[in-house]
């Protein structure tokens, strides 16, 4: 947990200095770039079902227990 606020208080830090210095295109770039890793990981980890409608618990469910939307 106390690597959890670690991590937190980091990515604020980043955050506080990008707004600090107008750098805002790199915080969308960041969140451009998880969202794609993330869609990424979802297709593979569902055999190329995921949908990107599908909400995380869907895609937990459907792991879990193969579970079809």
Request: proline letters at 1%; a negative charge; glycine letters at 2%.
């Amino acid at each position: 947990m106390e690597e959890n606020k670690k991590d937190v208080d980091e990515m604020m830090q980043l955050i506080k200095e990008c707004i600090k210095n107008n750098n805002l295109v790199f915080i969308a770039t960041l969140v451009c770039k998880l969202q794609n890793d993330y869609q990424d990981l979802a297709k593979l980890s569902t055999e190329g079902n995921y949908q990107p409608s599908w909400t995380h618990k869907q895609v937990l469910d459907y792991l879990t227990y193969e579970q079809k939307f």
